[in-house]
T-cell receptor, first 110, second 114 residues
Framework: QKEVEQDPGPLSVPEGAIVSLNCTYS??????FMWYRQYSRKGPELLMY????GNKEDGRFTAQVDKSSKYISLFIRDSQPSDSATYLC??????????FGQGTELSVKP | EAQVTQNPRYLITVTGKKLTVTCSQN?????MSWYRQDPGLGLRQIYY???????DKGDVPEGYKVSRKEKRNFPLILESPSPNQTSLYFC?????????????FGNGTRLTVT
């Protein structure tokens, strides 16, 4: 079993939809949770960063961590065609290494 | 502009022909790392460096070498490339030498080994 599991998609939604991207993990020591966005032919860029449990909101994006269920989510409200990209979750324990999910490919259709 | 620069962006080579992929960052970051990205496998770390002359193996180091002679540069060397090293490679840097510090990625090098 992989330490971090992410549904690879692809996920296709109409413009304006609410998108939910998810990752599950097995290591209860993980405390730092990140979401990276990767456009085609580009490197990943940090989108959201959360420490421990709870929600974090940044504009149309909300990152949610549920440590009891070992589950993290990224919600995108009012999705736009410019949100079309691959989204990678990543997480680490203190003093541990960063582990990436496989990435979910998202397409937002006009 | 703060960035991580990789060269070349695309490379096609033959089995056994030594190659180097360069990586340079202009942010004075301590930490640098190389990843490969393959479908269904995500990003896997090849090597990393916590400072000049300090390098260590990641999860998939076989067939690769690195060096860190200067803080800004971290080249990836394939002494004898094989077809299973065909992949998309990313260099990344971070200001802090902790896994919780966000990474800045280059735009990737797509390598094909025939």
């Amino acid at each position: 079993q992989k330490e971090v599991e992410q549904d690879p998609g692809p996920l296709s939604v109409p413009e304006g939809a609410i998108v939910s991207l998810n990752c599950t993990y097995s290591n209860s020591a993980f405390q730092y949770f990140m979401w990276y966005r990767q456009y085609s032919r580009k490197g990943p860029e940090l989108l959201m960063y959360t420490y421990s449990s709870g929600n974090k909101e940044d504009g149309r994006f909300t990152a949610q961590v549920d440590k009891s269920s070992k589950y993290i989510s990224l919600f995108i409200r009012d999705s736009q065609p410019s949100d079309s990209a691959t989204y990678l979750c990543a997480m680490s324990a203190p003093q541990g290494k960063l582990i990436f999910g496989q990435g979910t490919e998202l397409s937002v259709k006009p | 502009e703060a960035q991580v620069t990789q060269n070349p962006r695309y490379l096609i080579t033959v089995t056994g022909k030594k190659l180097t992929v360069t990586c340079s960052q202009n942010m004075n970051h301590e930490y640098m790392s190389w990843y490969r990205q393959d479908p269904g496998l995500g990003l896997r770390q090849i090597y990393y460096s916590m400072n000049v002359e300090v390098t260590d193996k990641g999860d998939v180091p076989e067939g690769y070498k690195v060096s860190r002679k200067e803080k800004r540069n971290f080249p990836l060397i394939l002494e004898s490339p094989s077809p299973n090293q065909t992949s998309l490679y990313f260099c990344a840097s971070s200001p802090l030498v902790v896994s919780s510090s966000p990474l800045h990625f280059g735009n990737g090098t797509r390598l094909t080994v025939t």
